[in-house]
């Protein structure tokens, strides 16, 4: 038979005679007592946490202590002889410092921790921390006026985070639903107080908020004790609802106490049936609202219309539309004066032009070369067309054409003779040839 390993001991150690090998196991009772053995030489500590589970069970209390900060439990019992030694009200969600011993159960082979004495946390040290909190949050701006988002005035569907079957349930279902029958509710459950409390918090809240058709958020809970608000302070609560894009209404029904998610909330109520009433509108205010509105606009038009009637009643009364046809029978006579009158002006105007083309007609005549030849008188004209007025210009045999009144003849000069008149020849004008 081969030989089993040592058993490991720590660097420097002497090597321990009683170790357990292979051949030579413990049994385990041995180890149990060991166990008990060396979480004995512990002795009482004072520890601090969160009572997350409390029973009571033949006079004894049997519970759990949770680590404010860090995912740790350890079972505790308190007998009834210590008991009656504990500050009235303790129970679960409770913040306190208990002295402690672990007590291992051999024959179980379980541990607990013994409570020889548990006092609350002094109020002064959670409000000192939450304090710290809410400044650092308001120096962060989640606290704004202009952060908060407004609700819509009717909500297709509205998120609730509330604990199951629990009165805040029942009082914002029945208020909204009684408001607006038709409203429609998507409800996720979440503890509201002890160790779950703040996981399900933050999941219910994200998990509305991710949902498209939740139009508002309510988180919801029927009051309670200063410790047992404490979740709705939590800084991971507090920073999921600032990060909400949906609007979120706080409702956690304390007046004294106001928790941290009241402030970042977009609205605080100050029950669940005051969320409700928030929330949804009054179908019947609404209904009435409607009917107010019909009926000034009904009155008002009427007023209108029956102004307005009156006053083309006013107008039609009037003399001058008392009667339809006089504004033709006016414009007609105005019309026949203004054609009468066109007729006359044109008239005169066409008789003065007639006179007026007579006489320069009479002008024309009396200046036209025709007039002269009617009288007795000749143009005489070379073969070149040019007026012979000179008697001197012609030579024999020249070819002349004669304008008379009626009709040209054309005649041969066979002689000439000076004007009686003239010593000297000269150069008739053209008008004097014209003329001769």
Excluded at 52 to 65: C, F, P, R
Aim: aromatic share 4%; net charge neutral; charged share 25%.
């Amino acid at each position: 038979m081969t030989d089993a390993p040592e058993a490991p001991r720590r660097p420097g150690a002497a090597p321990d005679p009683a170790a357990s090998a292979a051949d030579a196991p413990w049994p385990v009772g041995q180890l149990s007592s060991k166990l008990k053995g060396y979480i004995d030489r512990l002795g009482t500590v004072w520890v601090e946490g969160e009572i997350t589970q409390w029973g009571v069970s033949g006079g004894n209390v049997y519970g759990k202590l949770k680590d404010l900060t860090a995912e740790a439990t350890v079972s505790f019992t308190i007998w009834s002889s210590v008991r009656g030694k504990l500050p009235e009200g303790l129970g679960q969600g409770d913040r306190v410092i208990a002295l402690v011993k672990a007590n291992w159960w051999v024959k179980g082979g379980t541990l607990t921790m013994q409570v020889f004495e548990m006092r609350r946390v002094g109020l002064g040290d959670l409000l000192e921390r939450l304090e710290q909190l809410r400044r650092q949050l308001a120096a962060e701006g989640l606290f704004a006026p202009e952060r908060k988002k407004p609700l819509p005035f009717l909500p297709q569907r509205i998120g609730l985070v509330t604990a199951r079957d629990s009165d805040a349930e029942k009082d914002v279902l029945r208020n909204a639903q009684l408001r607006w029958p038709s409203v429609s509710f998507r409800v996720h459950y979440s503890a509201v107080q002890g160790d779950r409390a703040v996981g399900e918090l933050v999941a219910g809240i994200r998990a509305l908020d991710a949902d498209p058709e939740v139009d508002v958020i309510i988180v919801a809970r029927g009051g309670g004790d200063f410790q047992n608000l404490l979740p709705f302070s939590d800084e991971a609560v507090v920073r999921a609802a600032a990060d909400c894009a949906t609007p979120l209404v706080s409702a956690i029904g304390h007046e004294n106490d106001r928790p941290l998610l009241d402030d970042v909330a977009d609205l605080r109520a100050s029950t669940p049936t005051d969320a409700a009433k928030r929330v949804v509108p009054d179908v019947g205010e609404q209904l009435a609202t409607v009917q107010q509105a019909r009926s000034r606009l009904i009155t008002r038009l009427t007023s209108m219309l029956t102004a307005e009637i009156e006053r083309v009643a006013q107008f039609r009364s009037r003399p001058a539309l008392a009667s339809a046809t006089w504004i033709i029978d006016t414009r007609a006579e105005e019309l026949t004066r203004l054609v009468a009158r066109g007729a006359e002006l044109t008239t005169r105007r066409l008789d003065s032009s007639l006179e007026a083309l007579d006489e320069r007609r009479r002008q024309l005549r009396a200046l036209s070369p025709q007039r002269t030849l009617d009288r007795g008188y000749a143009i005489v004209q070379d073969d070149a067309g040019r007026v012979v007025s000179d008697a001197a210009r012609a030579s024999l045999d020249d070819a002349l054409h004669v304008t008379l009144a009626a009709g040209r003849l054309t005649a041969t000069v066979t002689g000439t003779e000076p004007s009686p008149n003239d010593t000297a020849p000269r150069t008739p004008t053209p008008s004097e040839g014209k003329q001769t």
